[in-house]
């Protein structure tokens, strides 16, 4: 074809419609964007129990808790509502039966996991998902190997520990979202450290006082959430302190809350050389359907890993999987410290948040 | 212009004067394709103003430099297709609303100018056409290049863009000869 006259004329005259007939552009005001993206950043949504993500207070959410709009909050508290809806029917069959997984994750002192999100199909069409490139995991990866040479011993563990992971990532197809890493002391103190695409902040929360503080290594700069404001269903907005929400942190609360039925036992299988068990739920919710499988290692009768898909329709457009679950490990309290640094400024910060019914 | 790692990098940690960079840098080309395939300016600005809003918002999710344009680019298309499925949705069932578009495409076909026989045309085909053929004309990109953007491969570009050619040519020309057609015949 581009041997081809007539073509390459009729490709010329296109290209000389078009480039005559460009849209006439003032410009766009950048100030007006800022403001806007501000005034967004004051309506926009989350639940209570999680730490909202916007640019002035970004904290790490997890699967359950996750940055959102007023569209995308209520349904995704819709779903976390559904939530309560999941594991747990009168028995596991004949290996394992729910109550056991309940009553061991009851008795469990600390947990560790990492969580990761990855992105599929339309994902990148998402308001709230702009995808992000695989080349920032491969930058991620090489920054971790830089700073692993000159790392004192604690902190070697932490980038060795890191770098095994997300090493293993680099293998996956689907496009990665994020990456996180929570630590669990108690039942209370929850510590979210942010390792893709950012890797530059953590934050910690205390469930029984309601604290929620996140530092941020590059700014050298703490933030405590010390107001909430409550959108209501009619759009009236009501400012207060922040409120405490549940006793215990994310991942003992929903095991708490788990409910008997609509389970679906799986065939077991190996993970990793490990026997487990799946369990999995199903909820149809304002057109999209949320699936969560719990594979359960047979022996300790603990989760081994926990895969959430959201389809909506029948597009699988977000998944979301939680391992590398390490049970009642020591935790140094000071993982845990709300004290500011020494050198870092403070500031306080406010999360937003939908009425609940 | 490619963005570069520290222009990206000052934008994520809240440097206006960065931000306004990037702006300055791509918010034509943005318009010009999100007006292509959507047909109004007015949508077209709103397009570009939301997605730049998004970027401010959350810097933390722009991707590596070297993927920058392309994946901006994708923004862009995939928001303006996204827009016009919606204008779709609300007027399925406004009968007034769709009379009214009659009327206004009537009357700008009465207007006699390429840009608005190119629009008209444009409107006719489907979105994903309208994005290709801005891509390629507007935005001069190679066809491998506009398959990274909308992530198909480039054989895949290469026939639609043909078809999307030829029924763009058979539009245009249909809009002309209704045009000549209109006009007083010279004595």
Redesign the interface.
Known sequence: MPNDPVHDN??ET??K?????????M??D?A???A??EE??AQSIQSFTHGL???KN?IPTSIWSHPMTIRSAALIVAAVLVFALFIFPATLGDKIALAQVKERIDAVRTVQYVETSFAEGTI??S???????E??LA?AIERREQQLKTADDKTKDDLEFELRFMRTLQTEKAELLYVRRVRVKGKQLERTDQLF??SNYHVVRDAQSGLTVSFHK??KHKETLTKQVVVKNNGEQKESAVAKISPSVDFFAQFTALPTKNVEQLPSKVINGVNVIGLRTSEKQAGNTWTRTYWVNEQTKLPYEIWSELYRGTQLTQRWVIKDFVYDAPLDDDLFSTETPAGYTSSEGTIYGMESK | MMMDQNTLKRIRDGDAKAFEQLVCTYQHEMLCIAARITGQVADAEEIRQLIFVRIWQSPEKLPHPDMFKAWLRRCVVNESISFIRQQRRKREGLLNGDVEDQHDANTMAEKESDAQHLRQALNQLEPEQRAILSLKFDQQMAVRDIGLVLEQPHTTIQSKLERAIKELRSLVSNARRSRDAQRPSPR
């Open positions: 009729e490709m296109l290209h419609l078009f480039q005559d007939t460009r849209p006439a552009d410009g766009v950048v007006a964007i800022i806007r993206a967004a950043d993500s916007s640019r970004s990148s069409q308001p709230n998902s702009f995808a992000v490139s080349p920032n930058q695409p950012l590059d700014r």
